[in-house]
């Protein structure tokens, strides 16, 4: 039997903190190596909205595109610590694009102030 983990690349509906009210599901973005997904409690992630706001540390995603329902943007300025258990059993389909992974990176090192 594999061992089945979230990959780099997937996205997951997670249940987070939406103010008093409780928790809210959220699709968000796994990119942490895969390597420490496989063991590791938390992963690493960002979360996505459906409010499109043009930044520099945006990256759009066309609906349908990894699973995703809606239009939706990766907000790279907000990577963040998830524990594993808040995510949904499945993603939401299948991994980003290498392409689109770099457009993600290239965002976050934008969102440090890391400049190449």
Partial sequence: ?????PRRGEM???RV????AGRKARPVLVI???????????????????KVRP????????RG???LPHTSVVKCEQVTCL???LLEARPLGRPLSEDRMRQV????LIALGIFT
Wanted: aromatic share 6%.
């Fill in 17 to 20: 903190r939406a103010g008093p």
């Fill in 55 to 62: 930044a520099p540390t945006h990256v759009v995603l066309d």
């Fill in 32 to 50: 942490s190596p895969d390597v420490r997904n496989r063991w590791a409690s938390d992963l690493l992630v960002i979360p996505l909205s459906t």
């Fill in 105 to 108: 990176e290239d965002a976050i």
């Fill in 65 to 67: 595109e990894g699973g």
């Fill in 12 to 14: 997951y509906l997670a």
């Fill in 83 to 85: 524990d594993r258990s």
């Fill in 1 to 5: 039997m594999s061992v089945t983990f």
